[in-house]
């Protein structure tokens, strides 16, 4: 087992595809809200598409605070991998266009990547926890 840092989070890439669903922590006031959203990660950085007019992007608005939790199985054990960040809304118009490019359900929700009813998020600030399907203690680093 890797146990270098860099070893980490080669290990925590590789369970991250390039779509895929993940449980997504927002909140509204004092309640969390947690559901299952597809998580684009492109070129190591992570993008949520979702409507304007959504609960969770009104919620990333109004508090960028949000994490995502992805769980991990191998061979009956479980783990995690559960990342925190800054939700930024993406207004610029190449960044959106880029991005929109690489999202296979794009067109099944939005006319294009200039719809006003599109809204895109970037995830920054990244702490990442991992805890390895077996194991007892996750590791924490910043990305």
Same mark, same amino acid.
């Given at each position: 087992?890797?146990?270098?840092?860099?070893?980490?989070?080669?290990?925590?890439?590789?369970?991250?595809?390039?779509?895929?669903?993940?449980?997504?922590?927002? &909140?509204?006031?004092?309640?969390?809200?947690?559901?299952?959203?597809?998580l684009?990660?492109?070129?190591?950085?992570?993008?949520?598409?979702?409507?304007?007019?959504?609960?969770?992007?009104?919620?990333?608005?109004?508090?960028?605070?949000?994490?995502?939790?992805?769980p991990?199985?191998?061979?009956?054990?479980?783990?995690?991998?559960?990342?925190?960040?800054?939700?930024? &809304?993406?207004?610029?118009?190449?960044?959106?266009?880029?991005?929109?490019?690489?999202?296979p359900?794009?067109?099944e929700?939005w006319?294009g &990547?200039?719809?006003?009813?599109?809204?895109?998020?970037?995830?920054?600030?990244i702490?990442?926890e991992?805890?390895?399907?077996?194991?007892?203690?996750?590791?924490?680093?910043?990305?």
């Amino acid at each position: 087992m890797p146990n270098t840092l860099p070893e980490i989070q080669e290990e925590v890439w590789r369970h991250l595809k390039p779509t895929q669903y993940v449980y997504l922590a927002t &909140s509204e006031g004092e309640q969390p809200r947690v559901r299952p959203v597809t998580l684009l990660n492109i070129d190591q950085k992570f993008w949520i598409a979702t409507g304007m007019r959504s609960a969770k992007a009104r919620q990333m608005r109004h508090n960028p605070n949000v994490e995502f939790c992805l769980p991990l199985g191998a061979e009956g054990d479980s783990g995690y991998l559960r990342i925190a960040g800054l939700a930024e &809304s993406v207004t610029e118009p190449e960044i959106r266009e880029t991005i929109g490019k690489q999202i296979p359900f794009l067109q099944e929700f939005w006319s294009g &990547s200039d719809d006003p009813q599109f809204a895109l998020f970037r995830i920054t600030h990244i702490e990442v926890e991992y805890l390895r399907p077996g194991e007892m203690t996750a590791f924490t680093f910043l990305a």
